[in-house]
T-cell receptor, first 109, second 117 residues
Framework: GQNIDQPTEMTATEGAIVQINCTYQTSGFNGLFWYQQHAGEAPTFLSY??LDGLEEKGRFSSFLSRSKGYSYLLLKELQMKDSASYLCAVTDSNYQLIWGAGTKLIIKP | GAGVSQSPSNKVTEKGKDVELRCDPI?????LYWYRQSLGQGLEFLIY????????KSGLPSDRFSAERTGGSVSTLTIQRTQQEDSAVYLC???????????????FGPGTRLTVL
């Protein structure tokens, strides 16, 4: 079967760095997405990785290792507004998006 | 339009009634997706359209659920004889799937919060 695993919840301190991991087992791979979802709102696109390595975009970076079926989202200089759920999703060989359950990130002052 | 729009934003209905939810995708996007999200839970895939056809209906939870898309644009999700377990936020997303031969980003609408009493 197809599976996306990510931690259910993480806590971090304002100003610190946090890494949210995602592992996947899918039938084929055509890219991995990270989305941010604030409570009561729709998911919004953060990043897309299809090749191995690190993609940096401001305070957020996303890493992919296809051989390990592994990705992480790195958030630096955490702000209170970063409190949200972070969803990992993988596109399989049929270009269908398989979603993880999301990681709820709690930022404490 | 500038983004994906959905209506209504909130819908309260009585058990047994039918409801119709609407999604207006980003202009020009060929692919349209419906998801369901219960409180505190992840996204549950319902159905996907490429143009007007639905190659993947595997996520529809029962035959009370149906969806259509006309003119390659607006889509409606219909739930017949609603049950209390249908209460959730129904999210629609659109993308330009297939135009670049790769995976395309899905852009989400604000959702419809459905409450079945």
């Amino acid at each position: 079967g197809q599976n996306i695993d990510q931690p259910t919840e993480m806590t971090a301190t304002e100003g610190a760095i946090v890494q949210i991991n995602c592992t996947y087992q899918t039938s084929g791979f055509n890219g991995l997405f990270w989305y941010q979802q604030h409570a009561g709102e729709a998911p919004t696109f953060l990043s897309y990785n299809v090749l191995d390595g690190l993609e940096e975009k401001g305070r957020f970076s996303s890493f992919l290792s296809r051989s390990k079926g592994y990705s992480y989202l790195l958030l630096k200089e955490l702000q209170m507004k970063d409190s949200a759920s972070y969803l990992c999703a993988v596109t399989d060989s049929n270009y269908q998006l398989i979603w993880g359950a999301g990681t709820k990130l709690i930022i404490k002052p | 339009g500038a983004g994906v729009s959905q209506s209504p934003s909130n819908k309260v209905t009585e058990k047994g009634k039918d409801v119709e939810l609407r999604c207006d995708p980003i202009s020009g996007h060929t692919a349209l997706y419906w998801y369901r999200q219960s409180l505190g839970q992840g996204l549950e895939f319902l159905i996907y359209f490429q143009g007007n056809s639905a190659p993947d209906k595997s996520g529809l939870p029962s035959d009370r659920f149906s969806a259509e898309r006309t003119g390659g644009s607006v889509s409606t999700l219909t739930i017949q004889r609603t049950q209390q377990e249908d209460s959730a936020v129904y999210l629609c997303a659109s993308s330009n799937l297939g135009t670049s031969g790769g995976a395309d980003t899905q852009y989400f609408g604000p959702g419809t919060r459905l409450t079945v009493l």
